[in-house]
Protein backbone atom coordinates (compact mmCIF):
# COMPACT_ATOMS: atom_id res chain seq x y z
CA UNK A 1 0.00 0.00 0.00
CA UNK A 2 1.31 3.35 -0.70
CA UNK A 3 -1.37 5.49 0.82
CA UNK A 4 -4.19 5.24 2.74
CA UNK A 5 -5.42 2.73 5.33
CA UNK A 6 -7.67 -0.27 4.81
CA UNK A 7 -9.13 -2.82 7.61
CA UNK A 8 -8.79 -6.30 7.30
CA UNK A 9 -12.45 -7.95 8.05
CA UNK A 10 -13.22 -11.68 8.04
CA UNK A 11 -16.75 -13.43 8.16
CA UNK A 12 -17.40 -15.50 11.24
CA UNK A 13 -20.99 -17.06 12.37
CA UNK A 14 -23.98 -15.95 11.76
CA UNK A 15 -22.32 -13.16 9.16
CA UNK A 16 -20.59 -11.18 12.28
CA UNK A 17 -17.87 -9.21 11.02
CA UNK A 18 -14.58 -9.46 12.97
CA UNK A 19 -11.90 -6.29 12.37
CA UNK A 20 -8.60 -8.37 11.92
CA UNK A 21 -6.26 -5.88 11.24
CA UNK A 22 -5.73 -2.39 9.95
CA UNK A 23 -3.10 -1.62 7.67
CA UNK A 24 -0.91 1.44 6.09
CA UNK A 25 1.47 2.61 3.67
CA UNK A 26 4.35 0.34 3.37
CA UNK A 27 2.46 -2.44 4.43
CA UNK A 28 1.66 -5.10 2.63
CA UNK A 29 -2.36 -6.50 1.66
CA UNK A 30 -2.82 -10.25 -0.27
CA UNK A 31 0.82 -10.95 0.33
CA UNK A 32 -0.52 -14.58 2.11
CA UNK A 33 -2.88 -15.57 -0.63
CA UNK A 34 0.11 -14.58 -3.29
CA UNK A 35 2.56 -16.51 -1.86
CA UNK A 36 -0.15 -19.61 -1.36
CA UNK A 37 -1.67 -19.98 -3.97
CA UNK A 38 -5.09 -19.75 -2.46
CA UNK A 39 -8.39 -17.28 -1.97
CA UNK A 40 -7.97 -14.49 0.25
CA UNK A 41 -8.69 -14.99 3.80
CA UNK A 42 -10.03 -11.36 4.77
CA UNK A 43 -11.47 -8.30 2.85
CA UNK A 44 -9.52 -5.15 2.91
CA UNK A 45 -12.03 -2.62 3.16
CA UNK A 46 -10.62 1.20 2.66
CA UNK A 47 -11.13 3.92 5.43
CA UNK A 48 -9.61 6.70 3.39
CA UNK A 49 -8.54 7.07 0.41
CA UNK A 50 -6.12 4.75 -0.78
CA UNK A 51 -3.26 4.49 -3.18
CA UNK A 52 -2.11 1.14 -4.49
CA UNK A 53 0.80 -1.25 -6.24
CA UNK A 54 -0.54 -4.50 -7.36
CA UNK A 55 1.45 -7.65 -8.14
CA UNK A 56 0.18 -10.49 -9.66
CA UNK A 57 0.85 -13.74 -7.27
CA UNK A 58 2.90 -15.10 -9.93
CA UNK A 59 5.07 -11.84 -10.07
CA UNK A 60 5.23 -11.53 -6.60
CA UNK A 61 6.70 -15.08 -5.93
CA UNK A 62 9.12 -14.49 -8.76
CA UNK A 63 10.26 -11.44 -7.08
CA UNK A 64 10.87 -12.89 -3.99
CA UNK A 65 13.00 -15.64 -6.04
CA UNK A 66 15.16 -13.24 -7.40
CA UNK A 67 15.75 -11.06 -4.24
CA UNK A 68 16.10 -13.37 -1.30
CA UNK A 69 16.81 -10.11 0.92
CA UNK A 70 13.49 -9.34 0.39
CA UNK A 71 11.92 -12.60 1.18
CA UNK A 72 13.49 -12.61 4.23
CA UNK A 73 11.67 -9.39 5.25
CA UNK A 74 8.56 -10.79 4.26
CA UNK A 75 9.58 -13.89 6.87
CA UNK A 76 10.06 -11.68 9.50
CA UNK A 77 6.82 -9.31 8.25
CA UNK A 78 5.08 -12.75 8.83
CA UNK A 79 6.27 -14.01 11.75
CA UNK A 80 5.49 -10.76 13.51
CA UNK A 81 1.83 -11.01 12.14
CA UNK A 82 1.76 -14.41 13.74
CA UNK A 83 2.73 -13.18 17.05
CA UNK A 84 0.58 -10.55 16.90
CA UNK A 85 -2.66 -13.16 16.21
CA UNK A 86 -1.49 -15.61 18.37
CA UNK A 87 -1.53 -12.29 21.43
CA UNK A 88 -4.92 -11.54 20.10
CA UNK A 89 -6.06 -15.16 21.03
CA UNK A 90 -4.37 -14.91 24.36
CA UNK A 91 -6.36 -11.70 25.15
CA UNK A 92 -9.37 -13.01 24.26
CA UNK A 93 -9.11 -15.69 26.03
CA UNK A 94 -7.45 -14.50 29.35
CA UNK A 95 -9.06 -10.32 28.98
CA UNK A 96 -12.53 -8.77 29.70
CA UNK A 97 -14.27 -6.95 27.91
CA UNK A 98 -13.34 -3.57 29.13
CA UNK A 99 -9.58 -4.75 28.89
CA UNK A 100 -9.76 -5.86 25.27
CA UNK A 101 -11.28 -2.64 24.80
CA UNK A 102 -9.10 -0.47 26.29
CA UNK A 103 -6.10 -2.37 24.51
CA UNK A 104 -7.71 -1.70 20.83
CA UNK A 105 -8.18 1.64 21.81
CA UNK A 106 -4.81 2.39 22.79
CA UNK A 107 -3.55 0.16 19.53
CA UNK A 108 -5.81 2.02 17.45
CA UNK A 109 -4.17 5.75 18.72
CA UNK A 110 -0.50 4.44 18.13
CA UNK A 111 -1.62 3.40 14.70
CA UNK A 112 -3.02 6.71 14.07
CA UNK A 113 -0.29 8.71 14.75
CA UNK A 114 2.10 6.98 17.27
CA UNK A 115 2.76 6.54 20.59
CA UNK A 116 0.06 8.80 22.82
CA UNK A 117 0.52 10.51 26.06
CA UNK A 118 -2.26 12.87 25.95
CA UNK A 119 -5.61 13.03 25.16
CA UNK A 120 -7.02 12.00 21.72
CA UNK A 121 -9.65 11.59 19.16
CA UNK A 122 -10.43 7.98 17.04
CA UNK A 123 -13.62 8.26 14.72
CA UNK A 124 -14.98 5.17 15.01
CA UNK A 125 -18.07 3.86 16.11
CA UNK A 126 -19.22 1.33 18.94
CA UNK A 127 -19.50 -1.29 16.19
CA UNK A 128 -16.46 -0.55 15.02
CA UNK A 129 -15.29 -0.91 17.77
CA UNK A 130 -17.06 -3.94 18.41
CA UNK A 131 -15.99 -5.93 15.23
CA UNK A 132 -12.33 -4.96 16.69
CA UNK A 133 -12.72 -6.42 19.95
CA UNK A 134 -14.65 -9.86 18.76
CA UNK A 135 -17.32 -8.30 21.16
CA UNK A 136 -20.98 -7.50 20.68
CA UNK A 137 -22.20 -3.63 20.34
CA UNK A 138 -23.83 -4.14 23.78
CA UNK A 139 -20.83 -5.41 25.55
CA UNK A 140 -18.52 -2.81 24.43
CA UNK A 141 -21.23 0.33 25.07
CA UNK A 142 -21.18 -0.95 28.79
CA UNK A 143 -17.07 -1.23 28.65
CA UNK A 144 -17.39 2.75 27.11
CA UNK A 145 -19.64 3.74 30.07
CA UNK A 146 -17.20 2.19 33.03
CA UNK A 147 -14.54 4.30 30.43
CA UNK A 148 -16.43 7.07 30.67
CA UNK A 149 -17.53 7.01 34.74
CA UNK A 150 -13.64 6.29 35.61
CA UNK A 151 -12.95 9.67 32.95
CA UNK A 152 -10.63 7.33 30.98
CA UNK A 153 -12.92 8.10 27.34
CA UNK A 154 -15.34 10.66 26.30
CA UNK A 155 -17.54 9.46 23.09
CA UNK A 156 -19.62 11.82 21.10
CA UNK A 157 -21.17 11.11 17.71
CA UNK A 158 -18.70 8.18 15.77
CA UNK A 159 -15.73 9.37 17.79
CA UNK A 160 -14.05 8.08 20.96
CA UNK A 161 -12.00 10.51 22.71
CA UNK A 162 -8.88 8.77 24.98
CA UNK A 163 -8.83 11.57 27.81
CA UNK A 164 -6.02 9.19 29.94
CA UNK A 165 -3.86 7.11 27.91
CA UNK A 166 -1.96 5.80 30.91
CA UNK A 167 -5.05 4.80 32.58
CA UNK A 168 -6.53 3.07 29.38
CA UNK A 169 -3.19 1.90 28.65
CA UNK A 170 -2.46 0.04 32.16
CA UNK A 171 -6.02 -1.47 32.03
CA UNK A 172 -5.09 -2.99 28.65
CA UNK A 173 -2.18 -4.76 29.86
CA UNK A 174 0.50 -2.65 28.96
CA UNK A 175 1.31 -0.92 31.85
CA UNK A 176 3.10 -4.32 33.69
CA UNK A 177 -0.15 -5.32 35.73
CA UNK A 178 -3.22 -6.55 34.91
CA UNK A 179 -5.19 -3.00 35.56
CA UNK A 180 -8.13 -5.00 36.85
CA UNK A 181 -10.79 -2.83 38.18
Do not use: C
Not at 26 to 46: D, N
Not at 74 to 91: D, H, I, K, S
Not at 106 to 129: F, K, M, W
Request: proline share 2%; net charge neutral.
Amino acid sequence: MLAGRVKLVARGVGERTVVLAIRGPGELVGEMAALGGTRRSATAIADEDVELGLLSGEDFRGYLRDHPDAALVLLRTLVGRMTEATRGLVELATQDSVGRVARRLIELGANHGGARTGPYELELTQDELASWTGATRETVSRALRLMRQLGWVSTGHRTITVLDPAAVRERGGEGGSSGQT
